[in-house]
């Protein structure tokens, strides 16, 4: 039956005396790998857009699957282990990947990273084994982190934290290079504006939820991690004056036009290897200008809009199905396939059972309870924990919320709960609940 769908579906089955390459493999970042509220394992993995391309196209798709806990993230892989370390999944996808990394972070034993719990119990990196194994069809969506940096790096906002031009082109001329030995068929994935992310807050987001924009100019952007600082009453409004939590306007251009830059090697370099790229890019762009409608529910790109989970970068559920969709579309296209999208009626269903999705919009969602430390703490943040449903609107500035964040916060992580914290101390809490760590200078 598999070999007659692969038949179906245009693509070529390559058999040696040994083994059959996998129908699919997907190669990426976090968002392969599916993160959400910044840690990945079983509970969220499933929902990846590649596991959804799978499924549309009715292949087996083995996930690495990882056992976590509630006060696990995805900076480390301390008390997360997968599920099966023997099985070789068909999902390379690793958090934190760029361009580079794909080609050259290797998956050794014993595991220390999050390349080695993902890509055991195979080594080398996400490219070596892709190459080794040969599938017949390939998603790629690589170059995210190539500009994210720039963005996470919460309290260093200056645009410096992103991949220069030159490694970027080099390095993604050499993942099509590489992809193109494989003999089958690859879609890319290009790079979306990250400034329209929910993890960022403009004047009007502030408005949304603290009842004032403290002055943010309009065209510049605040964080997550500081909005949230601010709601708790753990920081006032005045620490937008520091220039290190404002992205500026041009700050904005300045990763605008890198981003420009980066989309435009990937058109290029797919095109020339006749590998199509599926316009993320623009498909958020035009939703976060038409935001799209479900079942009467209007999902938006700004924090708790519906596209994104808890951390604001890594998609919910119904982000995942959607982004699924655009790949589907354009292999179909691009292949002369006939691999069907995600139905109107199953996306419902998806949307209605996602915890990510604001229904009362009362600015907090059910989340995932204890499916990582920023789930856990969610309630204490004032951002889930929303089972009553009751469409009352959601507290501004609650000063009450940091003592109690702080304090649990405490606990969770080995501390004494009624120890004083410093300012530092809370911006070291929103850097790991959120899965920042590796943007610290």
Excluded at 25 to 44: H, K
Excluded at 132 to 140: A, N
Excluded at 149 to 171: H, N, W, Y
Excluded at 414 to 437: T, V
Aim: aromatic share 8%.
């Amino acid at each position: 039956m598999l070999r007659i769908l692969i038949a179906a579906l245009g693509l070529t089955l390559v058999l040696d005396a040994q083994s059959t390459p996998p129908p699919l493999i997907g190669l990426g970042d976090s968002i392969g790998e599916g993160v959400q509220s910044a840690d990945a394992s079983y509970r969220t993995q499933p929902y990846t857009y590649l596991n959804w391309i799978a499924r549309q196209m009715g292949v087996p798709f083995p996930l690495p699957l990882i056992q976590g806990g509630a006060l696990t993230t995805i900076e480390s892989v301390t008390g997360r282990t997968r599920l099966d370390p023997t099985l070789a999944a068909s999902n390379l996808a690793v958090s934190g990947a760029d361009v580079d990394s794909l080609l050259n972070q290797q998956a050794t034993q014993p595991v220390t990273t999050e390349t080695d719990l993902v890509l055991e119990p195979r080594t080398g990196s996400q490219m070596q084994i892709a190459v080794s194994l040969k599938s017949p069809f390939t998603v790629c969506w690589i170059g995210n982190n190539d500009v994210l940096g720039a963005i996470l790096a919460f309290d260093q906002l200056d645009a410096s934290q992103m991949t220069s031009v030159p490694q970027f082109t080099a390095d993604f001329a050499q993942i099509v290079a590489q992809l193109s030995t494989t003999g089958g068929k690859v879609v890319f994935g290009n790079i979306p504006d990250v400034t329209n992310i929910g993890f960022l807050f403009g004047p009007q987001d502030l408005v949304n939820f603290l009842g004032s924009d403290f002055g943010l100019p309009q065209g510049s952007y605040t964080t997550l991690p500081t909005m949230l600082l601010i709601k708790l009453g753990l920081f006032d409004g005045s620490i937008l004056q520091n220039p290190n939590f404002v992205l500026s306007s041009s700050e904005v251009q300045t990763i605008q036009q890198r981003l420009v830059t980066f989309n435009q090697t990937i058109a290029v370099d797919a095109a020339q290897a006749h590998m199509p790229v599926t316009d993320i890019h623009a498909l958020f762009q035009y939703y976060g200008q038409h935001p799209l409608t479900i079942a009467g529910v209007t999902l938006t790109d700004r924090y708790l809009g519906g596209l994104f989970s808890l951390d604001g970068v890594h998609p919910s559920n119904i982000g995942h199905a959607v982004a699924a969709n655009a790949f589907l579309t354009t292999a179909n296209a691009a292949f002369g396939l006939h691999i069907p999208l995600i139905s109107n009626a199953t996306l419902v269903q998806v949307l209605l059972a996602d915890p990510f999705v604001d229904f009362n919009h009362d600015l907090r969602v059910r989340g995932r309870p204890f499916a990582g430390l920023l789930e856990t703490l969610g309630p204490f943040l004032g951002i889930s924990g929303d089972f009553a449903d009751t469409g009352l609107p959601g507290p501004k500035i609650d000063r009450t919320l940091g003592p109690r964040f702080m304090r649990r916060y405490f606990e969770l992580t080995g501390r004494d709960p009624n120890s004083a914290w410093s300012r530092q101390d809370a911006i070291e809490a929103m850097r790991r609940i959120l899965g920042l760590e590796r943007w610290k200078r």
